[in-house]
């Protein structure tokens, strides 16, 4: 088998730039270099018009309009952004904010920091299977509610949340709604208006555009929401962030819109059908193998599994030339155990022995096949230094 290794399948922590992404963007390093604020001379006019052709390129991947997109360094700044400006811009509507225990850390931390200046967070708890009760989302929602924040896909186990019944609750609440939509933008299809989205933030660098480019849509009719600056200056951006425009990386970000607007259809069903193939591989020749995270609403290109009496970190050790991760790259400085895998009622066994394989647009069958057939190599071979596989295998009741 011809594989060029290290494979890389660590697709949900960064992906390889597209080429067709590099090309769009090479001008804007050399040639077009003009400032898109600079409104007197040819230079800038040519920046602005790159910045407004991918404001166009991202609305038609998402249902918006150009308007509506709001250019950020990133998705953690578009998170930041989103629920600290919707706080302070609605503070005289009420201070109660409803979000999830397994959202982004980017959300979870902005909400810790409303919590110090006194805003009240619900952090809603997740069904065994990743998605929320939609009932205790209802009930959560008091008079005093300005925004629900529940991210579109996660990061870890790709579960994908019913966004247009949260739209519905938001909606005849009152309440606003925002979505951390990082992992889903490109790879499964997004609109901000039948899903009832308020706010969004999404990211270049996991749709297969440049690092330090993203972007936050804020919705501007029925309703109009406000959101106050987070960072002060020239008032770019509708007066929302001000800073000068990273032209290269905006186009970067655009062009990789419109590729996967493109193509998206095609791409879905080739990624689900190696995540298939990969977990029918690994699930048929291991026993003890456990995915976690509903499979039904679910990534296409994701899979995370558990494999019994095997730790993870021992298991990366053995296949290191397969680019995988045993949880979120974020958080992944951490020996803890995931806090996303411990949310859905997992226990540190299983939560240790997790794996996450997000498989990507350059990734060939033959490397789905090699990387399986590692990881049933290294798992078989851990499980033999294993005193507790043998005992199990042996009939032992390790629970009593």
Not at 13 to 22: H, I
Not at 181 to 191: E, L, M
Not at 252 to 266: K, S, V
Request: charged share 25%; net charge negative.
């Amino acid at each position: 088998m011809n594989v060029k290794l290290p494979i890389y399948l660590d697709n949900h922590a960064t992906t390889r730039m597209d080429p067709r992404v590099f090309e769009a963007m090479k001008p804007y390093f050399l040639q077009l270099y003009g400032n898109a604020a600079s409104r007197s001379h040819s230079f800038g006019w040519e920046a602005e018009e790159a910045v407004e052709n991918a404001r166009k390129q991202i609305a038609d991947l998402i249902g918006s309009t150009p308007k509506e997109i709001v250019f950020t360094s990133g998705a953690t700044e578009s998170n930041n952004l989103a629920l600290k400006g919707i706080a302070a811009a609605y503070a005289d509507r009420g201070n109660h904010i409803i979000t999830q225990v397994t959202e982004h850390k980017a959300v979870l931390d902005s909400c810790r920091h409303l919590e110090r200046d006194g805003v009240r967070v619900t952090y809603l708890p997740v069904k065994p299977d990743g998605l929320i009760d939609l009932d205790r989302l209802r009930d959560a929602i008091t008079d005093q509610t300005i925004l629900i924040s529940i991210m579109y896909a996660n990061n870890e186990i790709g579960v994908v949340q019913p966004m247009e019944e949260i739209g519905k609750i938001a909606k005849e609440s009152g309440v606003l709604l925002h979505s951390d939509a990082v992992q889903a933008i490109g790879k499964i299809p997004v609109d901000v208006d039948s899903a009832g989205i308020d706010a969004m933030s999404l990211t270049a660098h996991k749709l297969y555009g440049p690092k330090g480019a993203g972007a936050l849509y804020v919705r501007r009719r029925d309703p109009r929401v406000q959101v106050t600056a987070q960072m002060d200056g020239g008032g770019h951006e509708r007066g929302m962030r001000s800073g000068t425009l990273n032209v290269p990386g905006i186009v970067g970000l655009g062009a990789a819109c419109e590729i996967a607007n493109r193509e998206m259809p095609e791409e879905s069903k080739r990624l689900g059908f190696l995540r298939d193939k990969l977990r029918d591989n690994l699930t048929n020749n291991l026993d003890e193998v456990y995915v976690n995270g509903s499979m039904e609403h679910r990534l296409p290109h994701n899979l995370n599994l558990s494999f019994g009496y095997v730790d993870s970190e021992s298991l990366l050790m053995g296949i290191n030339d397969i680019a995988v991760s045993s949880g979120s790259a974020c958080t992944s400085a951490t020996i803890e155990p995931s806090y996303v895998l411990k949310a859905l009622g997992a226990g540190d066994d299983r939560a240790q022995s997790a794996i996450r394989f997000a498989i990507g647009r350059f990734n060939t069958e033959e490397e789905i096949d090699y990387a399986g057939d590692r990881v049933i190599g290294a798992v078989k071979k851990l499980r033999e230094l294993s005193p507790l596989y043998d005992m199990v295998k042996d009939g032992v009741d390790l629970r009593l």
